[in-house]
């Protein structure tokens, strides 16, 4: 994995995967390489009742019936839809599942305005069909079809965010499970889907409105709603988790410490409150305040303390970090960090002392320079 700049979950997770199968000894769907029970353990984490023989570590920290119900539903007829906010992990959850059923979460096709039926169903080699006319091997399949032809996971990211024509491309796919090639005709102009083949897609829910999906699309998918984390021990064993795969990714020795991950959970819980009591959009935050958001806050800060700093994670780096990333309107969001910092965290700096007299004084200083 060294020269990767982020391995996909098989791979990551390859020695894994692989004691999971060869202890795997439970009923699977078809052609899956691992048990229903096993890919909850794979995506969660060992415990007393799984039994695997070795510590599994967990890799996605959410409702354990949220999990469940995916893979349920990965063994049923319909596709999967995972919906929630950003920064709850459906994307993770998706490349899990993938990984664990057929250990390939690369086949993924990505939505966007400029998503088009080719990008789901087939396009052309346009050099090789001058030269040889359209055959099967001047066909490129998409993600999607390539699943298809291998029984396997294809994954649909943003599906809200692609146009409605070429959502409804995915309506036959999922309803009759084979995709026409008109341009071949007899035996190669319909490619069908092999045992085992399955789609995960994401959508965002604060996409909803963009391209809303069809009803006769909505019915070919199982919804699955992804909660927002809101309990501060799981969203602290989140951040930690993904903090420790950052410093091992970069070949940090640094460290965090645990009251400047509390500074950062507090700050985050306290902006939450703010847009929840928010009467419009210009009194909120633009930020989502995703418990992503405050990993990729946490980065920044961690990258600064070793490039620039002393290699020592600092409330200074940490309060830069969180108004640097979170103002991203002027002059809204930085009246909004203002109110903050001097309303909220002003007070507690003066009470509760330790780290946030720092955090409050280099979060006033960068928002000065923003000015």
Known sequence: MSDMLRAPAETKYADELDYLESVDTDPKPSTWRLSPKMIRTFVLGSDSSDGP???IAQKWFGDRGVVERAIVTLASDRGLLLIGDPGTGKSWLAELLAAAVCRNSTQVVQGTAGTTEDHIKYSWNVSMVIAKGQSRESMIPSPIMTAMETGTIGRFEELTRSTSDVQDALISILSEKYVSVPELGGEDGIVFAKPAFAVIATANSRDRGVNDLSSALKRRFNFVQIPVVTDKASEAEIVRFRTEELLRRHDLQLDVPPSLLDVLLRSFGDLRDVAATAGSDDERLESA??????IGVLEDAVLHSDFFGD??????ALGSSLVASLARRTPEDSAILTKYLTGVVGPRSRQEGGEWPQFLD????TLKALA
Do not use: F, P
Request: proline share 0%; hydrophobic share 30%.
């Open 53 to 55: 023989g070795r510590e």
């Open 289 to 294: 305040l995703s418990t992503a958001e405050q």
């Open 362 to 365: 280099a979060g006033l200083d």
């Open 311 to 316: 290699r020592t994670l600092t409330a200074r």
